[in-house]
């Protein structure tokens, strides 16, 4: 398995937003669980809603994560001569 790039998102971001798209994904398939009896149409209303709140909120987390994960990387470069003979103070 290679290491991500300095610029790739965090794992638990892209795990994140994997889940936000699943439950965007059982959404959208939500009619057709109603036409297949699986699930009733009260039901289908509160999971539906349901739903999208939990997609909204993972949505917003691997963005922060992802955010706060730049933020992080950002602050720690080495100084502008370089990190000369004893090394960077900020490895990962």
């Not at 009619?31 to 999208?52: E, N």
């Not at 709140?53 to 994960?69: D, I």
């Not at 933020?71 to 990962?92: E, I, N, Q, S």
């Amino acid at each position: 398995m290679s290491r991500p790039t300095p610029d790739s998102p965090p794992t638990r971001s892209k795990v994140t937003g994997g889940l936000a798209v699943l439950a965007c994904a059982a959404c959208c398939a939500l009619p057709l669980l109603i036409a297949a009896g699986v699930v009733t149409g009260a039901g289908a209303a509160l999971l539906r809603q349901t739903l999208l709140a939990v997609a909204a909120g993972l949505a917003v987390a691997a963005l922060t994560m992802w955010w706060l994960h730049g933020r992080r990387r950002d602050t720690c470069r080495a100084p502008a001569g370089g990190c000369g003979g004893t090394g960077c103070a900020c490895l990962r």
